[in-house]
């Protein structure tokens, strides 16, 4: 019965490993979208071995323990064969290195079968197997290094092989707790005899691990020693008190130890410094989010983005890949080796067994609970390991060694088992780790489900750029479809090219480490596919491959050969030129210099930020400058040659729109500081908005720069203003006042202003087309950052000729 | 395309995670009907009891039950209506392979062959109980094996 089981439920782990490793074999192909790829097979070796090894396990079993429990090999060997295949996902090297470990593990298990059973020899040397192991610790504290070069110095090694005494030192401490703890007959909570040579021997280790700083494993003795003097006084007040005392130690350590400081501010606060202190756990919270409900699939997430993600954040990787489905599953797996270990404890024959299959049960769930607690950020991140999964040979050694003992303990022969003063220990500490294992549940259905999509859509995601490499990104174009900013490549490889760099400032750019800006910022969800695409095909794209559809095209108002000759006009002095349509607000033209070139970001992005002329502001949509008498056409329209208050003037200007940003699906500017009239600045887009009224009817037009977008199932479909126009001025007042302005023998009104700031001049240009022109109504604004009225009057002459003749 | 193949994979494996945990699962339920039933069909050796009281003739029970209680209380196995016999006086118990005597904090103490009786202690064939003044003598018969009661199945 009990071989039929075991083998049963292996065969079930294999089938599960089987179609892992066929994903993982697939992924590369799924990501690409093509099958012409280079899949990934390496980590077929570590199946062939795992399936190896445990069927050699599984055998050995049978013949020397007949009666043994039939669920923890197999729920052990499913969990190490997962954390198996999950490291060579994540870096083929320590793939290797964990097959490795899993080979010596599997033998020291096997052989581990062969010592007596009943264990006495654990029993009679529990000072000598404790002794030692301490003295291998300490000897960490002079020759001690750590294998990845950065964190505390844990590992004892050389060669390549390295080893960390601290993991079976846990399980030391579980057989001498045990061992001296069934040696006593009284359990009177006051005895001396009971707890000064276990609480002298648990304190030394405690101190090696504190001056260690593996705080970790600190905890984990903590927990261990109570549980184990909880188990054997059935008293709750030792619970209690070292709960108080743990608290105490959170506390004290809050204030005292950087470490414990920087942990616990993550836990209690992670969004403060989510790219610093606390990059960890918020990338972690990510990882799992990214999983969903299904997972992204073996080989399909981005797990490597979370640090140390093969060892400590193993659980967030597995979350990633195989979503909330595989981690239920996990802590299933967990939770049956877990219980059948508290069930192994009450059928044993004596009190040494007992105590030590459920030491071995809670040191187990409780360092399983520890992690995946913190990686969920349901507990402060303690650096211990998940048993069975995570990688480090010293773990997986240590787990399989207590997976042996427990087998060896399980296999007894129809003997009654020894009898029990007071069950309420054992039901108390089985139903606490119960309770642990469905709050991590819950904890991670709640990342993953709940607040899933809210996190996947921080900008510090770094998923969405990844995604970026992988699926083609939509196009700019301009108003006669010319291509401004495209994407090329191959899936893999794809890349925004930025074939009008003049216009930097105004399309921005889309990049994995400056993120985005401009119109590539503001039209992001369209040009990513998340806008106009049909939500089934949104969701069918993100269930397949984790990332949204193909992206759209927008087509802009930006007409490229007006815009090219407004460039070479400009040419190197720093300045802003708008042309819009003063009907339909369409913006023809917008320039911003100087400009920078997008495409070299890679190289110059850095520099960028601090360059003294502001390459990076669009000075057309987020320039601020003094109004000085720029608008005095339109001050003339409304108050005739009447000079106003300051009361109606501000009156006046707040119905032009200048205390508001203009609604433009772009990033823009207005002036929130200067409440007072004379001081009050306006954008150039402003300006152009308000001048556009003289040209058309004394009317505001909606200003518009994103004008359509090329859905599948639609073709272009047009994207509305953000807007109305309003009437600001009247009609016949607006049409006197543009007369007024009229350049002679042309068919267009033009105004210079002049404004200072700080000591620098500035050149207005307001310019329109009369209110009787038959042609589209044009309005032009020209703001130049020098005394220069002879370029603002040629940028005007040059463009209204092109403009006009067409 | 490739995409819905491995769409298709990831489910079957997430199908086959529960397939292991599912099967892990009724094995255990296989296992607590296994234990119910191997503790049903476990058999009690049948014990007789010929209980004397004075000059009375003996009266001879038979029982295949694991516990057999003696006292004065009409809802025991074994009523004795004596004086000086307690309300819940002894029990018999069959554990280990063995049957028990166990005094149950009685007024009078229970004799086993002329000895108190202070801690459970095994009884053989042949051996004499004192309860006050009632006298018991056992003889099992591990031949004589009484199936216990069954409840007949459909």
Redesign the interface.
């Known amino acids: ?1 009990a071989d039929e ?1 075991q083998s ?2 292996l065969r ?2 294999t ?2 490993l089987l ?2 490793s ?2 993982l074999t ?2 590369p ?2 990501r690409e ?3 012409d790829v280079d899949y990934r097979l390496s980590h077929w070796l570590g199946f062939f071995v795992w399936l190896a090894l445990m069927n050699f396990a599984h055998r050995a079993t049978i013949k020397l323990l007949p009666e043994r429990d ?2 923890l090999l ?2 052990a060997a ?1 969990l190490g064969g997962w954390g198996l295949l999950t490291i060579w996902r994540l870096d083929e090297t320590f793939g290797l290195r964990q097959t490795t470990w899993l080979v010596v593990s599997t033998i020291v298990f096997t052989l581990a079968l062969y010592v007596p059973k009943n264990l006495s020899f654990l029993r009679r040397y529990k000072y000598v197997l404790l002794g030692s192991g301490l003295l291998i610790t300490a000897l960490t504290l002079l020759l001690g290094t750590n294998p990845l070069g950065i964190g505390p110095d844990l590992w004892l090694g050389c060669c390549g092989v390295y080893f960390q005494p601290s993991e079976p030192l846990k399980l030391l401490l579980v057989i001498y707790l045990s061992a001296y703890l069934a040696d006593r007959v009284s359990f009177r909570l006051t005895s001396l005899p009971l707890f000064v040579p276990t609480l002298v021997v648990t304190g030394l280790a405690l101190l090696l691990l504190l001056v260690q700083r593996d705080l970790g494993t600190a905890s984990i003795f903590v927990f261990i020693f109570t549980i184990m003097i909880f188990l054997a006084t059935g008293k709750r007040r030792v619970l209690l008190s070292v709960f108080f005392f743990l608290a105490l130690a959170l506390f004290v350590g809050y204030f005292y130890i950087d470490v414990v400081h920087i942990r616990v501010q993550a836990w209690l606060d992670p969004w403060i410094d989510p790219s610093g202190q606390s990059y960890q756990i918020v990338q972690s919270l990510l990882a799992v989010a990214n999983g969903g409900t ?2 992204r ?2 080989g ?1 997430g981005s797990p490597s983005l979370v640090p140390v993600a093969i060892s400590d954040f193993i659980f967030a990787a597995i979350a990633e890949e ?1 979503g909330l ?2 981690t239920m ?1 996990l802590l ?2 967990i939770w ?1 080796i877990v219980s059948r270990g508290m069930i192994i404890a009450l059928r044993s024959a004596d009190r040494f067994r007992r105590y030590l299959a459920a030491g071995i049960a809670a040191y187990l769930g409780i360092q399983s609970l520890l992690i995946m607690g913190g990686n969920l950020r349901l507990l402060p991140l303690t650096g211990v390991t998940l048993p069975f999964v995570s990688y480090g040979g010293s773990s997986l050694l240590t787990s399989f060694i207590a997976l042996a003992i427990l087998l060896i303990i399980s296999n007894v022969e129809d003997s ?1 088992p020894a009898p029990l003063e007071d069950p309420k220990p054992y039901t108390f500490l089985a139903g606490t780790l119960a309770l642990g294992f469905a709050s991590v549940a819950l904890t991670c259905a709640w990342w993953a489900v709940i607040r899933g999509p809210d996190l996947l859509s921080r900008t510090d995601n770094a998923r969405r750029s990844i995604a970026d490499r992988y699926v083609q990104r939509g196009e700019l174009l301009d108003r006669n479809n010319q291509p401004i900013n495209i994407t090329q490549g191959e899936s893999g490889t794809y890349n925004r090219i930025y074939l009008y760099p003049n216009l930097a400032p105004i399309s921005g750019y889309t990049h994995p480490i400056f993120g985005q800006a401009g119109l590539e910022a503001t039209l992001d969800n369209y040009l990513r596919g998340l806008h106009g695409n049909p939500s089934s095909l949104i969701w069918w794209e993100h ?3 984790g990332t949204p559809p193909p992206g759209l095209d927008v087509r802009l108002s930006i007409d490229l050969s007006l815009q090219q000759t407004t460039d070479q006009l400009l040419g190197d002095h720093v300045g802003s030129v708008i042309l819009m349509n003063a009907q339909t607000g369409e913006i023809l033209i917008m320039a911003s210099h100087p400009a920078y070139d997008p495409n070299k970001l890679d190289t110059e992005g850095d520099a960028l930020a601090s360059i003294p002329s502001a390459p990076l502001v669009n000075r057309a949509a987020q320039g601020l400058y003094p109004i000085g008498n720029a608008l005095l056409p339109l001050i003339q329209a409304e108050f005739g040659i009447v000079q106003p208050t300051e009361s109606e003037l501000e009156n006046f200007y707040q119905k032009l729109g200048l205390y508001r940003a203009p609604s433009i699906n772009m990033p823009v500017a207005f002036d929130s500081q200067h409440k007072v009239v004379k001081d009050l600045k306006m954008s150039p887009l402003q300006a152009g908005i308000a001048a556009a009224s003289l040209s058309y009817q004394g009317i505001e037009p909606a200003p518009r720069i994103a004008m359509a977008v090329n859905t599948l199932q639609q073709g272009w479909v047009v994207l509305p203003a953000e807007n109305q126009p309003v009437e600001v001025i009247q009609p016949a007042a607006a049409n006197e006042a543009a007369l007024a302005f009229v350049i002679e023998g042309k068919p267009y009104w033009s105004h210079i202003g002049r404004a200072t700031v700080d000591g620098h001049l500035i050149t207005w240009l307001i310019a329109g087309t009369l209110p009787d022109w038959s042609g589209t109504p044009l309005v032009l604004v020209v703001a130049l950052e020098e005394n220069n009225v002879l370029l603002a009057n040629q940028i005007r002459s040059s463009i209204f000729s092109l403009a006009l003749n067409q | 395309m490739s995409g819905t193949i491995v769409l298709a994979l990831r489910l079957i494996t997430a199908l086959a995670l529960y397939g292991f945990l599912g099967w892990a699962l009724f094995f255990l339920w296989r296992e607590v009907q296994r234990q119910g039933v191997s503790l049903a069909t476990r058999r009690v050796p049948g014990i007789s009891l010929s209980v004397r009281h004075g000059n009375e003739p003996p009266t001879i029970k038979h029982f295949a039950q694991p516990e057999i209680t003696l006292g004065r209380d009409p809802g025991c196995d074994i009523p004795l209506m004596d004086d000086t016999v307690s309300t819940r006086h002894a029990l018999l118990t069959y554990h280990h392979g063995q049957w028990w005597l166990e005094d149950l904090a009685s007024t009078n103490g229970t004799l086993l062959n002329e000895t108190p009786v202070s801690m459970p202690t095994v009884i053989t064939s042949g051996d004499d109980i004192t309860c006050g003044s009632m006298h018991l003598t056992i003889t099992l018969s591990p031949n004589l094996v009484i199936e216990p009661t069954q409840r007949l199945e459909k």
């Open positions: 019965m089981t049963r439920l079930w782990a089938l599960v179609i892992q066929t994903v697939l992924s192909a799924v979208r093509t099958w039939p669920y197999p729920a499913l299904i997972g699939g073996l399909l195989t489905l595989g599953g299933l797996l049956l009654e269930l397949l491959y």
